[in-house]
């Protein structure tokens, strides 16, 4: 029998797994979590299939969602994610929402706007501006950007190992453990090993912990690598700011910077220089919160 009361469905897609929570009322209907193979964020109509299917399958018999929120790894436009969108909402007849999983991360935590920034294997940081506009800034990807992000820090260590052996200096700690890490005899064989990664972000962001450890064996190197990357990721906060985002509240997530204090404390430092009025908070509850939040403003009655 069909419940009555109106059923809110959010949906986080991460990169590697997905986690599906419905609810009626303050009663859970579903929770789910299962790996995000298959998903296809830049072929509109793959997508929609994908997360139809999420949705029918997880949902008990008798449910059917009243509205679905979700936050999606790898939609990166506003274009990209209005036509996953549209097109999931004329299949499932109820009203939808998707934006990047980055803007989960504000309302998980409670906050009607605010910013949401992730240092994970890669970095970025979202908001919208005071017209209500997403705006994205970072998040390029490891061979380009991705700046406080493990594969980024991993980047950014060779390029300072790789400095230092061209001034003549003996290998540090961070070189010792670099080498170590992606099973090279010498400084120069680190070029080949990055090149030769079949999934960058992956491959390289894998080593982060050999950043971490040189630092904590008194390696120089590795310490302004991660101060560097600390100042990148408020220059991220800042770069919002800059274009008109209200950044008072900075909910903060991700494996990298959630699980090494030495990056965390490098950004929340940056981000008092930069962005004094900013403040750091660190995502508590699963992302999912923030789409079962989204889906209860769809179906909040329109206000003339």
Excluded: N
């Excluded at 970025?124 to 990807?141: C, K």
């Excluded at 989204?294 to 206000?303: E, F, G, N, Q």
Aim: glycine share 12%; charged share 20%.
């Amino acid at each position: 029998m069909q419940d009555s009361r109106p059923v809110a469905v959010g949906i986080d897609v991460g990169g590697t797994k997905t986690h599906l929570r419905a609810v009626a009322g303050t009663d859970s209907v579903a929770d789910h979590i299962r790996t995000s193979r298959g998903w296809r964020p830049h072929d509109p109509a793959a997508a929609t299939a994908w997360l139809a299917t999420l949705v029918g399958e997880v949902l008990p018999a008798h449910i059917r969602p009243s509205a679905v929120a979700v936050g999606a790894h790898a939609c990166e436009t506003p274009r990209q994610c209005e036509g996953i969108r549209l097109a999931l909402q004329e299949r499932l007849q109820v009203p939808c929402l998707v934006v990047g999983d980055a803007e989960l991360l504000a309302p998980a935590a409670g906050f009607d706007r605010g910013v949401g920034l992730v240092a994970g294997t890669g970095s970025v940081a979202v908001g919208r501006s005071a017209d209500g506009a997403p705006v994205q800034v970072g998040g390029w990807g490891a061979v380009l950007g991705d700046e406080g992000g493990a594969a980024g820090l991993v980047r950014e260590a060779a390029r300072a190992v790789w400095a230092a052996h061209d001034r003549g200096e003996a290998p540090d700690a961070l070189a010792d453990r670099l080498t170590a890490a992606f099973r090279v005899s010498e400084v120069p064989a680190l070029g080949g090993a990055l090149e030769s990664a079949t999934d960058v972000s992956a491959d390289w962001g894998r080593h982060a912990p050999a950043v971490f450890e040189a630092a904590e064996e008194g390696s120089l190197l590795a310490q302004r690598v991660i101060a560097e990357g600390g100042r990148a990721l408020g220059a991220l906060v800042a770069r919002l700011a800059a274009r008109g985002v209200p950044v008072d509240d900075v909910v903060v997530a991700g494996g990298t910077i959630l699980s090494r204090p030495a990056l965390y404390s490098a950004f929340a430092e940056a981000l008092l220089d930069a962005v004094p009025s900013a403040r750091p908070h660190v995502l508590q509850v699963p992302p999912v919160e923030g789409a079962l939040a989204l889906s209860r403003t769809l179906l909040r009655p329109v206000t003339r």
